[in-house]
């Protein structure tokens, strides 16, 4: 009833409509429908309980509201970027989208990461705090979002990452991404002047060779694509490749010893109690998964004639699993994580699919 009563303004009325037209307009000669798609194949009434939450491809008038503790301080529009001190020579760039860091010496400058959103504002970003030159460069991960800025920032840092991610760059072959010139395995500590940053790595959740990134007399930790502090993560828990593994690493974040968290993205630095809500949101989605896969019955309501169809089959059932999978999480958590109505379905699509194939 709930899908009925909210949901009828998209999807309700989107599918109906389709439906309506077809039996209005095509039932008589299905074939000449005006997209020459099989009568068979149109869009029928949504399934039984359908969530308040528009699933995916269908498009809605307004996303809910951002609450006020999910947004950071506003960006200066004429700078494109803000700069916040996290302490003793470390700091912040952000456009409020995605989030790096540099950390200044006694005769240079260390970037951790080179986003494309704003590498163009980098160097003068750091010259807001320092004349020194950019002489070593950190890369969280493989990822253009996070390093895609690295050869229009410029110069000839000495460049730091994971072994794995000197591998998947090599097989990229971005030219705006430069290799890796010193890379490790287990951990590495960069020290600099009197600075000293400790990069360690924890297998693979987000994707092969994704660091955490410590700075011990910062008391800050990065680790990126992770954790969102007051958000929603990006959908498919931040396209993770291996999700429990990304669930283990936001445990191992918590246990750790630190007062600022830096996540890559979003509009705010994280606390430890951010990191507490994202990790009881990760046991929520993977328990209500859990449940949707154990209580949804193969093959109900599915046309007999697709029952040799295996893939529809699946498609049918997963599609109630993740229907109920964000049923049961909308109540608790639509108002405590930003966006949560913008990637429920995808995260409920995600953890059916890690809870029954891996
Ligand atoms: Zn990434």
Redesign the pocket.
């Known amino acids: 009833m709930r899908f009925i009563e909210t949901a009828s303004r998209f999807v309700h009325g989107f599918l109906l409509a389709t439906a309506v037209a077809c039996i209005a307009g095509c039932a008589s000669a299905p074939v000449e429908s005006r997209d020459a798609r099989p009568a068979q194949a149109v869009a029928s009434d949504p399934y039984p309980d359908m969530p308040s939450i528009a699933p995916i491809g269908v498009r809605i008038g307004k996303y809910l509201d951002v609450p006020a503790s999910a947004q950071g301080p506003a960006i200066d529009p004429a700078k494109g970027y803000r700069l916040q001190e996290l302490g003793r020579g470390l700091y912040l760039i952000t456009d409020n989208a995605i989030q790096s860091m540099f950390l200044v010496y006694d005769r240079g400058v260390v970037l951790i990461d080179a986003p494309q959103a704003y590498a163009a504002h980098i160097r003068q970003a750091v010259a807001e705090v320092s004349d020194k030159p950019i002489t070593h460069l950190v890369y969280?991960?493989?990822?253009a979002?996070?390093i895609g800025g690295a050869k229009t920032v410029g110069g000839h840092p000495v460049i730091i990452a994971h072994e794995e991610t000197l591998r998947l760059l090599k097989r990229d072959a971005d030219p705006s991404r430069p290799l890796p010139t010193v890379t490790f395995k287990d951990a590495y500590k960069l020290r600099v002047g009197d600075q000293v940053l400790e990069l360690s790595y924890h297998g693979n959740g987000?994707?092969p060779g994704?660091i955490f990134i410590h700075a011990p007399a910062q008391r800050v930790l990065m680790v990126?694509?992770v954790v969102f502090p007051g958000w929603m993560p990006w959908r498919r828990f931040?396209?993770a490749q291996d999700v429990l593994g990304t669930f283990a690493q936001v445990e191992q974040i918590r246990k750790m010893d630190w007062d600022t968290f830096v996540g890559?993205h979003v509009a705010r630095t994280g606390t430890h109690p951010d990191v507490d809500v994202q990790a009881e949101f990760y046991r929520d989605v993977k328990q209500a998964a859990a449940t949707a896969l154990a209580t949804t019955k193969l093959g109900e309501g599915l046309n007999p004639s697709d029952q040799t169809n295996p893939w529809a089959f699946y498609d049918n059932y997963i599609d109630r699993v993740a229907g109920q999978c964000v049923n049961t999480l909308t109540p608790k958590w639509s108002t405590r994580l930003a966006a949560f109505d913008v990637y429920i379905w995808d995260q409920c699509y995600s953890m059916e699919q890690t809870l029954r194939i891996e």
């Open positions: 969280s991960h493989s990822h979002d996070h987000h994707e994704n990126v694509d931040a396209v890559g």
